[in-house]
């Protein structure tokens, strides 16, 4: 069982950044594959992007890449999201997933592939 807790959301004009954090429980934090995905009103919750237990591997969604950066602290039980040059169009809840990898080096780009999920963080980009 993990516990997901995201933070670092906020309001922020177009061009910013803004850092998220997503803080996991348990001690094999290195044996999840770890992603974010995100949610506007009347939308579908969408991947962004995520990154391999070991952090070797990772991947984004195209609206993200280039701008969007996914990393993980293993002895901090921590993923993080930097997210550069942002556009209102990014304006969502964003919500941290874990699923459990037999391979450190896999990494999930579905929604369906994730069993443990936070409670998200909003992030409101004004244009």
């Known amino acids: 069982q993990v516990q997901l807790v995201e933070s670092g959301g906020g309001l922020v004009q177009a061009g910013g950044s803004l850092r998220l954090s997503c803080a996991a429980s348990?001690?094999?934090?290195?044996?999840?594959?770890m992603g974010w995905f995100r949610q506007a009103p009347g939308k579908e919750r969408e991947f962004v992007a995520a990154?391999?237990?070991?952090?070797?591997?990772?991947s984004y969604a195209d609206s993200v890449k280039g701008r969007f950066t996914i990393s993980r602290d293993n002895a901090k039980n921590t993923v993080y999201l930097q997210m550069n040059s942002l556009k209102p169009e990014d304006t969502a809840v964003y919500y941290c997933?874990?699923?459990?990898?037999?391979?450190?080096?896999?990494?999930?780009?579905?929604?369906?592939?994730?069993?443990?999920w936070g409670q998200g963080t909003q992030v409101t980009v004004s244009s």
């Open positions: 997933a874990a699923e459990r990898s037999s391979s450190s080096f896999t990494y999930y780009n579905r929604r369906s592939d994730y069993d443990y």
């Open positions: 348990g001690r094999t934090f290195s044996s999840y594959a």
């Open positions: 990154i391999s237990g070991s952090g070797a591997g990772s």
